[in-house]
Structure formats: C-alpha cells, structure tokens
C-alpha cells in the first residue's frame, strides 16, 4: 500500500488549499478513505472520512469548511480547504485501513498565517 500525499503549503487566514492523496497496492473504490491531522503539540485526529460509497464524515470543527471527494478511476483521495485559520495549521495525513492494518501517507505541512 502507498499514499502519496501533496498540495499543503503556507496560506493567509481564510485562504484555500486542496490536497490530494494518490493511492496504490489495494483495490482503491472498496476502502473507505480518511485525512487526518496533527497540530504541533497534539494528537493526530480525523478530519473527514469518503465511504467506500461516498459518503463523507467530518469532524464537526471544519463542517461547512472542508471537502472530502474521491476519484476511483485516478485512485485519488482529495481534500478542499476552505476560509482555512491558524487553528487548521497541521500536518495532513491521508490513511486506509486495509485488511486490518492501518497505512499512512507521508504527510503534508498546511500552516496558516499572516
């Protein structure tokens, strides 16, 4: 399994980014897909979980800011960042949890400021 994560990056306050997540090694549309972060100094949480059915989670502090979508023809998990704060400065990881074993992207560095 590989998840090659990209697209974080240093934005002002109430900024966009978009993230995505390219996926090999496992039959990609039969996962469910998640992001997650990790704010320096804090755990690792989930941000927002794409069923395997589409259907998106979010935690409830970036509802109505964040977009979880997935490609299953580019094997693709993405994640739109919208009206981003400092509060949302993170490392951003994408995971699946496949045959019962969990696997991480590398991760990539959204920082928020002005």
């Known amino acids: 399994v590989q998840l090659q994560a990209c697209g974080g990056g240093l934005v002002q306050p109430g900024g966009s980014l978009r993230l995505s997540c390219k996926a090999s090694?496992?039959?990609?549309?039969?996962?469910?897909m998640s992001w997650y972060r990790q704010a320096p100094g804090k755990q690792r949480e989930l941000v927002a979980l794409i069923s395997k059915g589409s259907f998106p989670e979010y935690v409830d502090s970036v509802k109505g800011r964040f977009t979880i979508s997935r490609d299953n023809v580019k094997n693709t998990v993405s994640l739109q960042l919208n009206n981003l704060s400092p509060e949302d400065t993170a490392v951003y990881y994408c995971?699946?949890?496949?045959?019962?074993?969990?696997?991480w992207g590398q991760g990539t560095l959204v920082t928020v400021s002005s």
């Open positions: 090694g496992f039959v990609f549309r039969l996962n469910d």
């Open positions: 995971y699946v949890n496949y045959r019962g074993r969990n696997n």
